[in-house]
């Protein structure tokens, strides 16, 4: 059990909260026709052994770093309560679990599979070789409603493509801010990332501009799907709420905050957004 409870660490099991509200937003806006119990189980477990991927991808490539870095002196991988060999044995059991997993929902998404483990993979590298790091992690998330349409109805619509651009620059958006707090240790390693490139302020800006990006994409996506009504767009407008809250706790001469604007702002808008989905479906 407790060495359950470091893998759960290590991969921010908890996070998973992040990503599949979205995704279950996808599943109720995208559907032909209601998914069965099967489908719906095998959606869920795709996505959250993908995370789990990423996030073991992460901890491994990045260790060198990490041990580097004051901010993560904690973390499982550092401390010695899990050994590398612990991190390449999740990373097989998710991907594998991963490509089970697409297999059982429809051939295409099999096939499609090895793209998101590439870009999993590439992500902790691309902090190496270019300053926009963040654009491959939301290429990542631009992939799950892409992956979820194809898993429902076996090929990729516009609204998909909407609800994909949308995720993708909210989690752009937010990896800016999460990039803010290792500004200056990155500037130290030769590390790359927007922070970096251009620093503090304009960074800042970076963020509020994709987050902006989010809201029109999902605007858009209630006008192209005629099904979405005043719940949807109430829900919309909550999302807002949130993101003017998430950038106002952050400053460019007080980054204290950070914490707080990631980890649960970010929970609470992906979660607004399923649920004023799934009223609006229902209702």
Do not use: C
Request: aromatic letters at 14%.
């Amino acid at each position: 059990m407790e060495k359950l409870r470091h893998y759960a660490e290590l991969v921010k099991f908890e996070h998973t909260v992040f990503a599949l509200p979205f995704a279950l937003a996808s599943v109720l806006i995208l559907a032909e026709r209601f998914p069965s119990l099967w489908k719906l189980l095998w959606i869920i477990i795709a996505l959250v052994s993908a995370r789990t991927l990423g996030m073991a991808f992460n901890r491994l490539i990045d260790e060198p770093y990490d041990r580097l870095n004051p901010r993560s002196q904690s973390w499982p991988l550092v401390s010695g309560a899990l050994s590398r060999e612990d991190v390449r044995n999740l990373i097989l059991l998710s991907s594998g679990i991963f490509l089970l997993s697409t297999l059982l929902i429809n051939f295409l998404a099999f096939l499609l599979a090895p793209l998101v483990i590439l870009l999993l993979w590439l992500y902790p590298y691309s902090k190496r070789f270019t300053h926009f790091p963040h654009f491959v992690l939301g290429l990542v998330y631009f992939l799950i409603p892409v992956a979820v349409d194809v898993a429902l109805n076996a090929h990729v619509s516009g609204k998909a493509l909407l609800l994909g651009l949308g995720m993708a620059s909210w989690v752009s958006g937010f990896d800016i801010l999460y990039a803010l707090q290792d500004y200056e240790f990155d500037r130290e390693q030769g590390l790359k990332s927007i922070p970096v490139k251009f620093g503090i302020e304009r960074s800042l800006r970076f963020a509020r501009a994709l987050h902006s990006v989010t809201l029109l994409s999902l605007l858009s996506l209630g006008f192209a799907d005629s099904r979405l009504g005043f719940i949807y767009y109430l829900g919309l407008f909550i999302m807002a709420g949130f993101l003017f809250y998430e950038h106002s706790l952050i400053k460019p001469d007080d980054l204290s905050k950070i914490n707080r604007a990631f980890f649960t702002v970010n929970g609470y808008v992906s979660i607004a957004f399923f649920l004023t989905v799934l009223a609006d479906y229902i209702l």
